[in-house]
């Protein structure tokens, strides 16, 4: 039951919510329409664009090429049908450090995203971001179908409560081939991550995002043991759940101090790169109640409205 | 090389124990990570993570714990030596008086010197010696030695002494001594008839000839009472003829070297007489001796101190008539005493210090007097001494006939007292005349020691006898016994037996005066106290020693009276022991073995050192 995940306050609040979008979509399918700057058949008007060869004729405005001697089309904001698309991380980095409690975390992120997007009559879809299979082959896209009804949320949960994390984050992969199987429908792309992968790595994956137009929307989920994990730690070994690399620190100053520079400009690399290509990007700590975040930090960052 | 603790090598499997440690220490606290990424390009910490095999610290300290337990297994380097098993002689001399009689020309102690140095003559390559005095007390003169010359030079520097022997102690050191000789033997030289069978490697040679002749002073005793004039005491001399034969000799006393009297005593074989000596007319050293010499010659003398006449000082503390006049009629019957009467209300504190007597009567001072005190017939109520009732009309039922106080008082049966207090014993006071009443009885007159005083109790008073009666004779006579016990100056004994020591009670004031002895010989030696008192053991010779501290002087004398000492004669025999085995040197081949242990140990400590320099050079690269 999803009462069991959220209060019924808390859901009849997300219910007022609306997924912000920014960009342009493109998009066939119909269901619940925001008008977006498409050069749509709506009566709102949108902008002038230069005429480029198959452009409806009509919509020439012959008395701006008598003054500017220049072809310009009128362009109407459509009411488009929007996609969102939920990419939940399922990478074994998700369960570490366990007392973060970052995946289970991150499922009530997405399932609060999720019933947004349905409450607003939005087709929304959640997949998983897998990793490649132990051939290196690529594993087929774990995903739901869309919906669009209310009721879909119910089966949105039996998905996520049935993805069991493992296996090392491969986004660029799992991206190229989430896009091709949803090629065409464009929409809001929303990527629950702790993104602990190389900067270059999940750039180029956003990037084929961003190529596609889609709308990015980047919550990175981290926790408080992750950001200090110090507390109880004075020497041992480290080991990477993914890539099972392993080093033995003892616990210093120095050592300390270096842990958070470098964590500090992983993160701000990837607030970085989310601002300034104007994707919404927002830091979820596990240790930050899911209604505040969703209701207070959400809004204010860009990811509802 | 071999090893002599094989069973230490079960200490080997430490080493596993080493490596288990070792793993143990490797499982380190595995932290799982999301990712490296925060962690990448922070320094490894290389101390912990160093792989296990090419750690030098645990080679380290395997080593360490291998040569550890390699020297526990005791190693050895093995060699041959060879060498000689030499003899080990012990020699026992007996250097008591008895030794000193003549057979021939020459005494018995000179015939075992020239038997020791026989021995010492014959002593070879590789043997030693150790010799041994007997007298009182058996003394071990040097450390086994094999130099003749020092051995020579000590046999003739040996002297005889005028003390008796103890022949079993000295046999017993020496038994004892031998226990521990691989190749020993104990030659023993004396007069003295061996005891009962010995073991085979003890030689006894008994040096007692054919010399029986001698005539000895067994005792010299001198009575001089405090109540007897110089001209009333006399002196009583022993004699005792040791010999086959009848002897006559001449007996002459002298004081302070002045002749007093001359006799002519006739003695039989193996009689025994005691001879009086009278008209001493002062103080001084008393001397008798005897001629012709004989075959021994330390027994024809002894000496005596006749005591310088002193006048007792007593404090009597009474209101009694009829006891004053008791103690003066005492007073009066004696030169040597002098009362000082007052009564209980004139007494202060600390006044009977200044006497040698204090007398109480039906009085118990506050403070306990710092003297020699008697108290007749104490109140019940006093700080002292717990009285538990009185009894009218008690009989004399039971009395102490040793207590030096009821001495020529053979029979007290007949006296009985008027009123008589039921005195209690204590650790301190003992009970000398038990009394009986209409009951049960008691003790009615206490003896005894209390804080460093001698202190007498009556538990009947006095006043109550007539001394001038015959009948009450006994009273008085413990009444001058009891004075001469509580005289500070009677209980001091200025002669001894030659070797006993002589103990003297030093005062405070006489603390850090030197202090010399004087001996027979003319020899000056010196004295250091033990404490308060003064021991001096150095009484070897018969006759007057003169101690000095400061300007005062105390004389006293050291005698013989050894009948077995005079007995020269006994059944001496030269035969030695039968079964007697001499030892004999040997040759010896021996496997010697070289210890590793030193150093091992050193190997290891240095091993030590190095893991220590090494893991400070670790630690510090690991901080940096």
New interface residues.
């Given amino acids: 039951m999803l009462r069991d995940i959220f209060r019924p306050g808390f859901l009849r609040r997300l219910e007022c919510l609306k997924i912000d979008v920014k960009r342009v979509h493109l998009s066939t399918r119909k269901g619940g329409y925001e008008a977006v700057n498409k050069k749509g058949t709506s009566l709102e008007f949108a902008e002038y664009q230069e005429y480029n060869p198959g452009d409806d004729f009509r919509y020439i405005d012959w008395n701006l090429y008598g003054r500017l001697d220049k072809l310009l089309v009128k362009t109407f904001k459509e009411e488009v049908e929007l996609s969102v698309h939920v990419l939940l991380d399922v990478s074994?980095?998700?369960?570490?450090?366990e007392v973060d409690k970052?995946f289970e975390y991150s499922k009530k992120i997405a399932l609060a995203l999720a019933y947004i997007g349905l409450s607003s009559q939005n087709s929304v879809r959640v997949a998983a971001i897998n990793s490649l299979s132990q051939e290196g082959a690529a594993n087929p896209v774990i995903q739901t179908q869309f919906f669009q009804r209310l009721n879909g949320i119910f089966r949105i949960k039996d998905f996520v409560d049935g993805i069991k994390p493992g296996g090392e984050a491969d986004i660029k992969g799992f991206l190229s081939r989430y896009i091709y199987e949803n090629r065409g429908r464009g929409g809001s792309v929303m990527i629950i991550s702790?993104f602990?992968?190389?900067p270059l790595a999940y750039k180029k994956a956003i990037d084929i995002l961003r190529f596609k137009n889609y709308d990015i929307k980047i919550v990175q989920v981290l926790g408080a043991e992750?950001l200090d994990?110090f507390k109880n730690?004075k020497?041992?070994?480290?080991?990477?759940?993914?890539?099972r690399?392993r080093?033995?620190?003892?616990v210093?100053g120095?050592?300390k101090k270096?842990?958070y520079k470098?964590?500090n400009q992983?993160n701000m690399e990837l607030r970085d790169y989310c601002r300034m290509n104007r994707m919404a990007y927002t830091l979820a700590r596990t240790d930050i109640e899911i209604e505040d975040l969703i209701l207070k930090e959400f809004p204010r960052m860009g990811f509802v409205r | 090389m071999g090893i002599l603790s094989p069973l230490a090598l079960a200490y080997l499997p430490l080493a596993g124990l080493l490596v288990l440690i070792y793993l143990f220490r490797k499982k380190?606290?595995?932290?799982?990570?999301?990712?490296?990424?925060?962690?990448?390009?922070?320094?490894?910490?290389t101390?912990?993570?160093r792989s296990f095999l090419s750690d030098a610290l645990f080679f380290l300290q395997l080593i360490a714990l291998l040569l550890l337990v390699f020297f526990l297994t005791r190693p050895y380097l093995p060699s041959l030596s060879s060498g000689i098993i030499g003899r080990e002689i012990i020699v026992l001399m007996d250097t008591s008086a008895s030794m000193q009689t003549r057979e021939g020309g020459r005494t018995r102690f000179e015939l075992a010197q020239e038997e020791a140095l026989k021995l010492v003559d014959e002593l070879g390559i590789g043997d030693t010696m150790q010799i041994i005095t007997m007298h009182r007390r058996p003394h071990i003169e040097n450390e086994m030695s094999g130099n003749k010359p020092e051995l020579r030079k000590l046999v003739e520097g040996l002297k005889p002494i005028d003390t008796s022997s103890n022949l079993n102690e000295a046999l017993s050191l020496g038994v004892s001594l031998l226990g521990h000789l691989d190749n020993g033997a104990l030659h023993v030289f004396t007069d003295v008839e061996r005891p009962g069978q010995m073991d085979s490697d003890v030689r006894f040679v008994n040096l007692a000839g054919s010399s029986r002749d001698n005539v000895a002073i067994t005792g010299l005793d001198v009575y001089q009472d405090m109540f007897k004039e110089y001209r009333e005491r006399e002196a009583y001399v022993s004699l005792e003829n040791f010999s086959d034969r009848p002897s006559t000799v001449i007996l002459k006393s002298y004081l302070d070297e002045k002749p007093i009297t001359e006799q002519i005593i006739e003695l039989n074989p193996r009689e025994e007489k005691t001879i009086r000596i009278q008209d001493i007319k002062g103080s001084g050293l008393l001397k008798v001796e005897f001629t012709p010499d004989d075959a021994l010659s330390v027994d024809n003398a002894a000496y005596a101190i006749i005591r310088h006449k002193k006048t007792l000082t007593v404090l009597v503390v009474a209101d009694e008539p009829l006891f004053v006049e008791e103690m003066k009629k005492i007073e009066s019957a004696t030169e040597l005493m002098k009362f000082s009467v007052i009564p209980p209300v004139s007494y202060r504190p600390g006044m009977a210090k200044e006497y040698d007597i204090a007398i109480f009567h039906q009085y118990v001072p506050q403070e306990y007097p710092d003297t020699n005190a008697l108290f007749v017939f104490p109140p019940k109520e006093n700080r002292f001494f717990p009285i538990r009732g009185w009894t009218r009309g008690a009989s004399f039922i039971d009395w102490d006939s040793e207590n030096p106080i009821l001495r020529h008082l053979d029979y007290m049966g007949e006296l009985w007292a008027y009123k008589a207090l039921h005195l209690e014993p204590n650790e301190d006071l003992k009970a000398f005349i038990m009394a009986v009443g209409t009951e049960e009885d008691f003790p009615l007159a206490v003896s005894g020691v209390v804080k460093g005083n001698r202190v007498v109790v009556l538990g009947f008073d006095v006043a109550d006898f007539n001394l001038s009666k015959a009948k009450n004779m006994p009273i008085l006579i413990m009444l001058l016994n009891i004075i001469q016990w509580l005289d500070p100056h009677g209980a001091e004994n200025y002669q001894i037996r030659t070797g006993e020591p002589f103990i003297v009670d030093l005062e405070d004031e006489q603390e850090g005066d030197e202090i010399t002895l004087l001996t027979p010989e003319g020899e000056t030696v010196k004295i250091d106290p033990a404490g308060n008192q003064l021991v001096i053991t150095e009484t070897h010779q018969s006759g007057a020693y003169v101690l000095k501290r400061g300007g005062d002087e105390t004389w006293f004398v050291a005698n013989l009276f050894d009948v077995e000492e005079s007995d020269i004669g006994g059944t001496s025999s030269r035969q030695g022991q039968i079964d007697f085995k001499r030892a004999v040197a040997s040759t010896y081949i021996e496997e010697k073995k070289k210890g590793l242990g030193r150093y091992i140990l050193a190997a290891v400590a240095l091993l030590l050192l190095a893991e220590w320099i090494l893991y400070c050079m670790r630690a510090r690269t690991?901080?940096t």
């Fill in positions: 074994l980095s998700m369960l570490y450090p970052k702790d602990m992968v190389p992750e994990p730690l020497s041992g070994e480290i080991v990477d759940v993914e890539t690399q080093k033995v620190v003892r210093t120095a050592l270096g842990y470098r964590l992983h | 380190h606290k595995t932290i799982f990570v999301p990712s490296f990424i925060p962690w990448k390009g922070l320094r490894q910490d101390l912990r993570s690991a901080v």
